[in-house]
Structures are given as structure tokens and as C-alpha cells.
């Protein structure tokens, strides 16, 4: 489980870091490929922790109520991740209206 849980914080430092260069991608271009690649990483991430959270809900047995609060959270924050990045590389690719 420790590996998910570096995953997850590895994931949401990377999206918080995009976030930061975000709007410095536009004035500094030298800034534009580490904010591609922090955002892809944290997109990849987020997908990464939706498929194993699902995957792990299919084919284990329940765990009891105390578990699901924390898939919850697994679900919330890998659709985040992936939703964010997403609309961050869509922009930054010009595919989005200014």
C-alpha cells in the first residue's frame, strides 16, 4: 500500500507544480515542456489511481465501511488529477478557446 500512497503524493505534487507554471507557460517559454511533462505525469498518475482503485473494488473482497471512505478519496483525487491535466495539456496544446 505504500507504493500507492507515493503515487498518489507524487501525483498531486506533480498537478500543484503545473498548476504553478500554468500561467507562466504563455510570457516564458522555456517554462512550456517541464509544465507538459509535470501535467502529463499527473494525468497519467490520476488514471493510474482510478484503474487500481476499480481494479481492486472488482476483484477483492470487501473490506468492510472502513475502507470506503478511502476509496472515495482514491476516486475523487484520480478524476481530479485526470480532469486537470487534461484540460491543462488541451490548453496548453492550443486546442482550447482563449
Do not use: C, K, N
Not at 507562466?24 to 509535470?38: C, I, K
Not at 505525469?41 to 465501511?65: C, K, N
Amino acid at each position: 500500500m505504500r507504493r500507492s500512497w507515493t503515487l498518489v503524493g507524487l501525483g498531486a505534487t506533480a498537478e500543484l507544480l503545473a498548476l504553478g507554471l500554468w500561467a507562466f507557460t504563455g510570457p516564458y517559454e522555456a517554462l512550456f515542456w517541464p509544465f507538459l511533462l509535470l501535467s502529463a505525469f499527473a494525468g497519467l498518475a490520476g488514471a493510474w489511481i482510478v484503474l487500481a482503485t476499480m481494479l481492486d473494488l472488482t476483484f477483492h473482497r470487501p473490506r468492510g465501511q472502513r475502507l470506503r471512505p478511502v476509496r472515495g478519496f482514491d476516486l475523487v483525487l484520480g478524476s481530479g488529477l485526470f480532469v486537470l491535466a487534461l484540460l491543462q495539456l488541451r490548453d496548453a496544446l492550443g486546442q482550447l478557446p482563449a
